[in-house]
């Protein structure tokens, strides 16, 4: 899934910055998906300089608060289930 979104976001930013690898880097959480081997892998293919966050270093991605969000119900009023439990 990640990859999938990945190869959609990268085409988008060709057509929009075509020098966009120069100034981005990717920040990932380090979930056991998002770092190992293959994911890993993957991301130096795509040639992606990526950064991991420390472990629960929710406060410093600010995506994390629209995350929080959905979770809390605010985006998910039916409060359907939004990861494992």
Known sequence: MLTTFLRHLLRQLD???P???QKTVILLDNASYHNNPL???RLK???LRVMFSA???WAGAVCELAFAALKLGELNPE???TGKK
Do not use: F
């Open 15 to 17: 057509r929009e910055d």
């Open 55 to 57: 472990p629960y270093a």
């Open 39 to 41: 994911m890993i892998a």
């Open 79 to 81: 409060y359907q289930p």
């Open 45 to 47: 293919r795509m040639g």
């Open 19 to 21: 020098g966009w690898q």
